[in-house]
């Protein structure tokens, strides 16, 4: 009896051995009870990470399956996932969590990942961020776009008020990024932000109709303003305001400017880095990512030849090639922000002298630029060329009021060449 009770153990104790070690490399399916009846689950080992397989193994269940073909579909798909050494996931992680190590995972410049940052923090996560990512559905990403157009602002002016469109928009790309990134993780099988039929992100034309007005001052206010800056306040940064007003550069462009950039023999100067806003005294690449060069007039040549002599007055470094052309004294890139809070004082100042004169804002001084040569006849592919826009539609898609303008002039160009012909 004895010996009997002692080989049914032996033969137990092999079958266990055997169930256990079919189930960390085949795979195993059980049965269990639940009050909805009776359901498989399987089990199976997996890499904990397939890129450091020195960690070891993991095991993975799933379960909830109504029937034992179901249970075995499903580890099957599990073992190729595995053959095919992906990395699984274990438990599926909420949106939220997962788009904090998707963002992780990013190389960007640190300003566009603070814009993504924020965009997460303020518009995704508060109403996306608790749901499973298997769990989220199209209808309800449409449904929170529909709720960010209606109250989606979380700036403490406008709280609870509208969201912009070109502003869901950006929430809806970046959302599509990171569904993106859950799909190539094998997380997800499809993207539900990508179902256009379903989610309707704003559209191009809804972005355009709400673009707000492009302020510009006129050429006669343009003159003004610089006279007045430079013989009336006396600025230490007339040269600047006058280099963004005659090339159109933008502002971090131009701070980020070193005297190696410009050729006064040639009359060019070449845009090959911007002030990064995030850092202080920190250059990084263009908006578009790469260089142009760009004419300067004789007039700008004059003014930045002498304000060169100036700094050199100052300290020798600072008018040495590699020294910032609109740097502080120490050298240093000057705060982009900064920059733009000088600018607005110094134009509320003008107003006080100069009658009906409009605020503009520092970006405003770039659009008088462009506004202006549109406005003078000037082709729209060297204004692109001028202003680093990537393409000709862009710059056409924001200066379509200088179009009735242009069109006028081109009927009067037509009409004085039949008659003169």
């Known amino acids: 009896m004895t010996q ?13 051995r055997q169930r256990r070690s079919r189930s960390r490399h085949a795979g195993s399916i059980t049965a269990y009870d639940t009050r909805q009846g009776r359901r498989w689950r399987f089990q199976i080992y997996v890499p904990k990470d397939p890129e450091q397989p020195e960690l ?3 095991r993975l269940t799933r379960g909830g399956f109504k029937n034992l073909e179901e249970a ?12 095919q050494n992906e990395r699984f996931q274990g438990r599926v992680p909420t949106l939220g969590s997962f788009a904090t ?11 566009t990942m603070l814009g993504y940052e924020k965009i997460i923090r303020n518009h995704i996560v508060p109403a996306l961020g608790d749901i499973r990512l298997d769990h989220l559905t199209a209808t309800r990403i449409g449904r929170h776009y529909r709720e960010l157009e209606a109250s989606g602002r979380r700036d403490k002016r406008g709280y609870g008020t509208p969201l912009a469109a070109n502003t869901v928009n950006k929430v809806h790309v970046v959302l599509g990024a990171i569904l993106d990134a859950a799909v190539d993780e094998g997380i997800i099988a ?3 932000a990508r179902k256009k039929r379903t989610v309707n992100a704003p559209r191009a034309s809804q972005i355009r109709a709400q673009r707000p007005e492009i302020l510009t001052w006129t050429g006669v206010e343009l003159h003004a303003f610089l006279r007045w800056n430079r013989d009336v306040f006396d600025d230490d940064l007339f040269p600047l305001w006058h280099a963004i007003a005659y090339t159109g550069v933008r502002r971090g462009e131009a701070l980020a400017l070193r005297w190696a950039d410009l050729n006064f023999a040639t009359g060019r100067l070449a845009i090959r880095r911007a002030a990064d806003v995030t850092v202080r005294n920190k250059a990084k ?33 600072l008018a040495r090639a590699d020294a910032y052309v609109f ?5 240093e890139i000057r705060s982009p922000n900064e920059i733009s809070r000088r600018w607005r004082y110094r134009v509320r100042r003008a107003q006080d002298d100069l009658i009906d004169l409009p605020a503009l804002t520092l970006k405003g001084l770039r659009h008088t630029h ?4 549109l406005e003078l006849g000037e082709h729209p592919k060297v204004v692109q060329e001028r202003l680093g826009h990537s393409t000709i539609t862009t710059t056409m898609n924001i200066y379509s009021h200088v179009t009735p303008t242009m069109q006028k002039a081109a009927a009067d160009r037509f009409a004085a060449h039949l008659e003169g012909s």
Request: aromatic share 2%.
């Open 4 to 16: 009997s009770t002692s080989t049914r153990g032996d033969e137990q104790a092999s079958a266990n």
């Open 56 to 58: 070891g193994d993991t």
């Open 72 to 83: 075995q579909d499903a580890l099957a798909a599990a073992l190729k996932k595995r053959a």
């Open 101 to 111: 190590s998707w963002c992780a995972s990013l190389r960007l410049e640190a300003s």
């Open 190 to 192: 499809i993207n539900p």
């Open 285 to 317: 690449t263009t908006k578009t990512g790469s260089a142009r060069v760009i004419d300067l007039d004789s007039e700008t040549l004059a003014v930045l030849k002498s304000y060169k002599t100036t700094r050199g007055t100052i300290s020798l470094d």
């Open 327 to 331: 740097g502080n004294d120490a050298g």
């Open 370 to 373: 462009a506004t202006l040569l």
